[in-house]
Structure formats: structure tokens, C-alpha cells
């Protein structure tokens, strides 16, 4: 019996959306009305005292003062709440950027069914009912009910629900390639499936929580920006407080709408109605790169992270050996070698066998025979040769032993000019592989594991930022240093077994690094969960993705770089931002302070270095820059501060100058512009 596929629109654009900030600003703009409820604000303490505040401040416009009139009070009240809302929106904003992957993710499962395996047959049962150890059946057409194990069979799998990509890739029971992701979908064959966890638990309930769950999460470096951000509020409290009876010993009286701008003035409202945006915003940059996160502390470790252990094959080098150079025996001339090793590869299915001949068309472009008429020899384990018969002639290609044996000739015959430079691939970490026809050598292959374009260039730019990168590889240490070499790595582990890689790790750690690495097999499960960010890939053992507290949808290991990136640039924005939120009270001081003091101590208008119009015009200047310089900043807080590769005294040094001086200047300008607008509007 064939259950109803449930259709489900996945594609790359529907699934990574292009969300503009046009199409998110009326939803956000309404939840930031929604987030005005102190049970929601408490989250942000800053802004639930500037909501306090505005609620304060409300109240006293109808009470009649004889030093701010009503317009001016009513203006600072309008002003602060102004400033709780665009904190809100904000925060709304970076929310409203995942929700559109999150509502199409959600889609996809609802009204799902799973064909569940009972004795003596199979159920048809909703796919929220299924638990751990539940074992499915699905056929082609239908989709995968929940994250599983394949136990039995062999299939295509369109993964594009999940990861946009619309390739199918193949499944099967056994080895590292077992694993399969709910809401994918079978595009062949059939699957018996373990299922390997419970409602709530799987990749897609985890990348929604991801998604929909960031604003309630908060890593350990959030609850310590919290708490220096609610101590700074408490210190500018009790001073705001003691001003009072301080004016009073000075024969004066300071009015509380005043107080109360300048509390919130001081505080530190900008980080305070970024700090959540900051953090929701990065965690989406993480969803949009296809890597789910188990824990926000994962993502900051990656900020933070001093050494990456990188798989050689796939993430360093392509995995696939490509033909390099081709070296001709004394004698035969480089168009007969050519011919005879593109002969000898044209049925050669593998990736090496197709490098081959691509190599070849473009360093000796000749006529090809028809695949058709070629009689092909595939390798065997037996005799390590493989290639083509073709009008009465053999064609021959195999490793260096197997191919002297079958031309007949000892390896102490080889010609030295061949000998040298097949010692020299070797030596070099490559694969050299003979070619003969009619047991005549005509030559050798260099095959090389080819570093992928850019890497060096990228581990370049970590180490300015200083991470140490290390290659881990089961090549011997002198195939694993040729290989180190050219791209550029700082260290190599060679001859990598499961308990090197554990120790490897363990001795950083011993010596107060971080370190991060991938794996997709059960070998390298242990080294994962000691990383402090170990990535797994989607496509690998569940024993893998257990282990670690990143999972890669796509099963890419190079991401693990682009993870590193935005760990840093989550950290780097918000001390960024907390710098240019602390240097803004400079300009505060000489904005209010003169005007909050000028009836007692007249002497203090020499700090008036804006010349501000009036005291009333100070004040309400520097209530209206606080809240609009959230609203100048909220691209930045969703888009990230950009790391540049260089040390962490430079980035230091750069921050400082554009956020810290920044922070002093801007203020100092804004304030005195909106002091003029105001003036000339007669607004104060």
C-alpha cells in the first residue's frame, strides 16, 4: 500500500529567501508595538527601564511644572518610547529574517504520514507519532517521515528541502553514507528506516528552533553583556537619584522630566536595543549557510576558536586525484603518449580515469575513436590495469609493479630518465601510473590530489587573525608535508587514527586553545565531541552528528571556515557596539549637563561646547539622537562588522578608531543638528 506523497515546494529560492528589509518592515513594525509588554521586555533590561521610564515620564506631562512646559515634556515622553520601539523593531527585524525559511520549513512536515512496521506488516500513522527505534518504509515518490538510519536498501534522495540543493544523492544501508534527514524526499527504489529521534528532536525541528527560538536564547557571552549593562544602569541610577537632594543642598530643584532624560541618556541604550538583533541576526547568517547549531555557546566558541583541525581529502584537496603531467620513455614522442594514455582512459569511468582525458584533450587535441568501438577493460584488484581494445591493439594504463609484469619488463630496466621522475611524483605525495600499447611503454601519469583553488589564500587570512590551521590525514608524513606545503597549512597530523585525533585535541585544549574540527565518520565521533566546535556533516554517521554541536546540511567541509567567520564577526559586532554605545555619554555630558544645572551653577555653560539653544532644546536633542541612532545602526547589527584578516591588536586598534572615536564625534554632530532643526522649527 503506497501512502499520498505530501508535496512540498523545495527549492533553493524557497528555501534560502532573499528577504528584503521592504518586505519585513510593516510585520516588524507591528511587533514592535507587541513587544512593549514588560513580559517580553524583561528579556532586554535596558529598554524595560527606558520603558519604565516613558511611562514615568507619560505621567508627569499632566502634572503641570513651572520650568518644562507640557510640549516639552510631552516631546521627551514621545521620544522615549520612540526609543523602546525601534529597539523592538529592531529585534523584530532580525526575527522576521529567518521566518519566512522557517514557515516553509514547517509546510513541508505538516500532514506528513509514515508507514510504520508492525508485526506481521506495516501502519499508516501521522509522522508526529513516530519515536526513536520506530522503523518506516518509504518508497519512491515519498517523503522521509523523520531523521534516520537506512538499515535496509538502496536509494536517490532529493535533499533539497533541506539543503536547496536539487541533486539527488544516494542512501544506502551500512558504511557512512546511512543517514537520511526528515522531509526529503525518495526519488527511487525503497528505504527501511530506523528512526533515530524523537518529536522535536530532528534536523528540521532544530533548524525552526533555530530560527524562531535565537530570541530566547542567550549565549554566556549575552548574560555577560547583560549583567555589565544592567550594573552600568544601576550605577547611573543611583547617581541620577542622589542629583535630586544634591540640588536641594544648592538651594535649587532640577526637574524629574529632566532627571529622566538624563538617566536614559546615560544608560546604555543603544547596545541594550541591540544586543538581541546582534545576536538573532548571526545566528540567521548560520541557518542561511545550511548549518544547524545545537547551542548558541557553539557559534561564540567558533568566534573565538585558536586552532582548526581540517580533514585533507574534501575540504583541503578535492578528494578525487587529477592527472598533473604526463612524462614520455625515451624515445616515443609526446603526441604517441598522449594518444595512447587517452585511448587507454576513454572507458575509464572514475574521476581519475576523466581527468585523464580531459588533460589530454587540451595539451594534444587529436581525433577520438567511438566509445562504441572501443572493447573496455576494467580494473581489477587481480591485475591493477585497466583500458581499451581498439582495432586490434591493447591499450593499457596501471599502477608502476603491475604494468612492468604485464610488458615484461624489470623494474631495474626501467629507463632512469622515467625512473627519476616516477621517484619524483612519489616523493611528492602523487600516484604514478604506467602506459603501454601492445606491451610497449610509452610513458607515465603523474595523479595528484589537487589542493582546491583559493584555500591557501584563506588559511592566509586566518592566520592574520590568529588561528593555526592543521591538516589531518591517513597519507604517510612525506605524501601528507607535499601536500601541507602547497596549501599553505601550519601543521600536519599524518597517519590520523581516532585516538591521534582525540589526543591532538586534548593537547590544545591542555594548552588553552579552542579548537575546531569536521568529521562525517563514527571514527572521528570522539574527536567531535571533545572540539569545542566539532561540525559534522548531514551525509555522514549518526554516531558523527551526535557527537558534534554543529551539523552541515550541505556536507561541505570547508563551511567550517565560513562558521569561523561568523563566530568572529558576532563578537567583533557587538563589542563594536557596546564601544560606540559607552562612547556616546561623552557628548550626552555637555549636551545635559549644562542645561540640567544652569539655574544653580550658571558657571557650568562653558561645558555648553555645542552652544545648544536652549536647555530644553539639549534635552530633547539628546533624547531624539538616542533613539535615532538605533535606528542608524540597525543595518549594521543584521549585517555583521566585517573581520578583516589581521591580528587581534589590529582589529583592536581599528575598532577603537571607528567605533570609539566614532562613538565621541557622532554624537557631538548629531546633537547639535537636531538642536538646530528643532530650534528652527520652533519645536522647544
Known amino acids: 500500500m503506497n501512502m499520498p506523497a505530501t508535496e512540498t515546494v523545495a527549492t533553493k529560492a524557497t528555501q534560502s529567501p532573499k528577504t528584503s528589509v521592504a518586505t519585513l518592515w510593516r510585520p516588524a513594525l507591528k511587533q514592535a508595538f507587541v513587544k512593549l509588554d514588560p513580559r517580553q521586555l524583561y528579556r532586554a533590561p535596558v529598554m524595560l527601564v527606558v520603558e519604565l521610564t516613558a511611562v514615568f515620564t507619560t505621567v508627569l506631562c499632566f502634572i503641570p511644572d513651572s520650568v518644562v512646559p507640557v510640549f516639552v515634556a510631552a516631546q521627551i515622553a514621545l521620544w522615549l518610547w520612540f526609543t523602546v520601539l525601534f529597539a523592538n523593531f529592531a529585534e523584530a527585524l532580525a526575527e522576521g529574517r529567518g521566518k519566512a525559511r522557517a514557515d516553509s ?71 557512512d553514507r546511512s543517514a537520511v534527514t526528515g522531509n526529503t524526499r525518495l526519488v527511487s527504489d525503497w528505504l527501511l528506516v530506523r528512526i533515530t529521534s524523537n518529536p522535536g528532536e530532528s534536523t528540521l525541528d532544530r533548524m525552526i528552533a533555530l530560527v524562531e527560538g535565537a530570541k530566547r536564547q542567550k549565549t554566556p557571552n549575552e548574560v555577560a553583556l547583560d549583567i555589565l549593562l544592567i550594573g552600568l544602569t544601576l550605577i ?31 544608560i546604555p541604550t543603544t547596545i541594550g536595543g541591540l544586543l538581541s538583533a546582534i545576536g538573532i541576526a548571526g545566528m540567521d547568517r548560520l541557518v542561511r549557510l545550511n548549518v544547524i ?49 587517452l585511448f587507454a582512459s576513454l572507458a575509464d569511468e572514475t ?47 596501471g599502477a608502476v609493479d603491475s604494468l ?59 592566520r592574520k587573525l590568529g588561528i593555526r590551521t592543521v591538516m589531518v590525514t591517513g597519507d604517510n608524513p612525506l605524501t601528507a608535508a607535499a601536500i601541507a606545503a602547497e596549501a599553505g597549512v601550519d601543521d600536519v597530523l599524518a597517519e590520523a587514527t581516532p585516538e591521534k585525533k582525540l589526543a591532538r585535541i586534548r593537547h590544545e585544549q591542555n594548552d588553552g586553545r579552542l579548537v575546531a574540527m569536521c568529521g562525517d565518520g563514527a571514527n572521528d565521533a570522539p574527536a567531535l565531541a571533545q572540539a569545542d566546535v566539532g561540525m559534522a556533516m548531514n551525509d555522514g554517521t549518526q554516531a558523527a552528528r551526535e557527537a558534534a554541536n554543529m551539523v552541515d546540511l550541505d556536507s561541505d567541509p570547508t563551511k567550517l571556515l565560513d562558521v569561523v567567520q561568523i563566530g568572529k564577526e558576532l563578537l567583533v559586532t557587538r563589542g563594536a557596539l557596546t564601544t560606540f554605545s559607552i562612547a556616546n555619554d561623552i557628548a550626552k555630558y555637555f549636551a545635559i549637563l549644562p542645561a540640567l544645572f544652569a539655574s544653580i551653577y550658571p558657571q557650568l555653560g562653558v561645558l555648553n561646547v555645542m552652544h545648544l539653544n536652549s536647555p530644553q532644546s539639549a534635552i530633547v536633542s539628546a533624547i531624539v539622537f538616542n533613539a535615532l541612532i538605533i535606528v542608524v545602526l540597525i543595518p549594521l547589527a543584521l549585517r555583521g562588522v566585517r573581520v578583516q584578516a589581521a591580528s587581534a591588536a589590529a582589529l583592536l586598534r581599528r575598532n577603537l578608531l571607528i567605533y570609539g572615536l566614532g562613538g565621541i564625534v557622532v554624537p557631538f554632530v548629531g546633537i547639535k543638528a537636531i538642536d538646530m532643526l528643532l530650534t528652527a522649527l520652533n519645536l522647544v
Open 293 to 341: 547549531a545545537k547551542s548558541g555557546r557553539a557559534v561564540e566558541a567558533a568566534g573565538d576558536v585558536h586552532v582548526l583541525m581540517l580533514d585533507k581529502t574534501g575540504t583541503i584537496t578535492f578528494g578525487n586525484r587529477r592527472c598533473a603531467a604526463v612524462y614520455a620513455t625515451p624515445g616515443v614522442s609526446a603526441k604517441e603518449l598522449a594518444e595512447g594514455a
Open 351 to 397: 574521476a581519475e580515469g576523466k581527468s585523464i582525458v580531459e588533460y589530454l584533450r587540451g595539451l594534444h587535441p587529436q581525433p577520438e575513436p567511438a566509445v562504441e568501438l572501443l572493447t573496455a577493460v576494467p580494473f581489477s584488484a587481480e591485475t591493477r590495469l585497466s583500458g581499451v581494445d581498439y582495432q586490434g591493439r591493447k591499450y593499457r594504463k
Open 105 to 175: 520549513l514547517k509546510a513541508g512536515s505538516e500532514g506528513l504520514s509514515a508507514r510504520r512496521q508492525v508485526a506481521p506488516g506495516f501502519e499508516v500513522i501521522p509522522a508526529s507519532g513516530l519515536r526513536k527505534g520506530d522503523v518506516v518504509r518509504v518508497e519512491a515518490g515519498e517523503m522521509i517521515p523523520g531523521d534516520g538510519e537506512v538499515i535496509e536498501g538502496i536509494a536517490a534522495v532529493n535533499e533539497a528541502a533541506i539543503t536547496g540543493e536539487s541533486a539527488p544523492v544516494i542512501r544506502e544501508s551500512g558504511g
Open 404 to 462: 612492468l609484469v604485464f610488458v615484461g619488463l624489470p623494474r631495474s630496466e626501467l629507463p632512469t630518465v622515467l625512473a627519476r621522475e616516477i621517484d619524483k611524483i612519489a616523493q611528492s605525495g602523487g600516484t604514478p601510473l604506467l602506459v603501454c600499447v601492445d606491451g610497449r611503454l610509452l610513458g607515465a601519469i603523474h595523479l595528484k590530489d589537487v589542493v582546491k583553488p583559493g584555500i591557501r589564500e584563506r588559511f592566509a587570512e586566518l
Open 236 to 266: 547611573f541610577l543611583l547617581v541620577v537619584v542622589t542629583l535630586q537632594p544634591f540640588a536641594h543642598f544648592a538651594n535649587g530643584s532640577l526637574p524629574l522630566v529632566f532627571l529622566v532624560a538624563l538617566l536614559v541618556t546615560l
